[in-house]
């Protein structure tokens, strides 16, 4: 049976055990947390306090993990961010297997000019896999690597890209972002779907206009056709990535929970009708 979800982001400006309650008072069945969650990563990432709310919440329960990006890259030219940036990805794992995470998500980092990359690039790409995949090895979390939007730096952006990774990494999953995809044409989105479907292990789902990522999808034609598609690969976690930076002004935690309402009943009329 599929899970709807949404980032801990959409709440970030929350306390931790707040952000919990909300995502369960909108009727969501999942929260993907991210790292980098303000009142946890400032905080020296306190493990026992997430565990705490994943107790308390049993309905959002397994969790997915969703590893820091902000200010990082494991690709980059700088080989001191680069070094730390896989550290950050490894302790993503760490944390993710602790936390009984279904999945972890992970971003495959960029070229730092905005230029194609280059051969350097990816043997740094490499080594992050390799590192990846040696942190995976003996643990239950599913290491999920996630599509980007198509730009001139990017390492990870189309189905082709991601079909290779993944046949050459039987261990690996991935993360489809829709958004990213749908950037594109949602004929992009159907070629990840059909090139990846067996291995998704995560689908981000938000909407997209001509200057913005990460929109609602309540009432989307797009996103009903994707989500059709979806549930003839029966996937299994739908996750909301909506940034409220979209919205012409902040939203409340009240305000957010409604939208959240609407948004998972939009999602499960479309499940229901496919």
């Known amino acids: 049976m ?17 952000i919990f309650d909300f995502v369960e008072e909108a009727g969501l069945s999942g929260i993907e947390f ?16 997430i565990m ?3 107790r308390a919440h049993p309905r959002l329960a397994p969790i997915s993990v969703h590893a820091p990006v902000l ?18 990805a490894l302790c993503a794992v760490d944390i993710a297997e602790t936390l009984g995470a279904r999945t972890v998500t992970l971003h495959p980092g960029r070229r730092t000019a905005k230029r194609v990359p280059s051969d350097a690039d ?9 590192a990846l995949h040696g942190s995976s090895k003996g643990r239950s979390v599913r290491v999920a690597m996630e599509n980007m939007e198509r730009k001139v730096n990017s390492l990870l952006c189309t189905p082709l890209d991601v079909r290779e990774l993944l046949d050459r990494e039987p261990w690996l999953w991935f993360t489809l972002d829709v958004a990213h995809a749908l950037k ?19 689908v981000h789902v938000s909407a ?15 996103i009903a056709e994707i989500l059709a598609l979806l549930k003839q690969q029966h996937a299994e976690s739908l996750t909301l990535e909506i940034e409220d930076r979209n919205f012409p ?14 948004e998972v009943a939009f999602l499960r009329d479309c499940w229901d009708d496919a």
């Open 2 to 18: 599929v899970r709807f979800a949404v980032s801990s982001m959409f709440f970030h400006e929350y306390p931790t055990d707040l």
């Open 71 to 88: 200010d990082l890259n494991p690709c980059s030219i700088n080989p001191h961010i680069a070094a730390i940036s896989v550290q950050y």
């Open 52 to 54: 705490e709310c994943i």
């Open 122 to 130: 990816y043997r740094r790409f490499e080594h992050y896999i390799d």
């Open 34 to 49: 991210w790292i980098e969650t303000p009142h946890f990563w400032v905080r020296d990432m306190p493990l026992d306090e």
């Open 184 to 202: 594109q044409s949602v004929k992009e989105v159907a070629a990840y779907i059909a090139t990846c479907g067996g291995r998704i292990a995560n």
């Open 249 to 262: 002004a902040d939203l409340c935690s009240e305000e957010k929970i409604t939208l959240l309402e609407g």
């Open 208 to 222: 997209v206009a001509s200057n913005a990522v990460h929109l609602p999808v309540a009432g989307n034609e797009d």
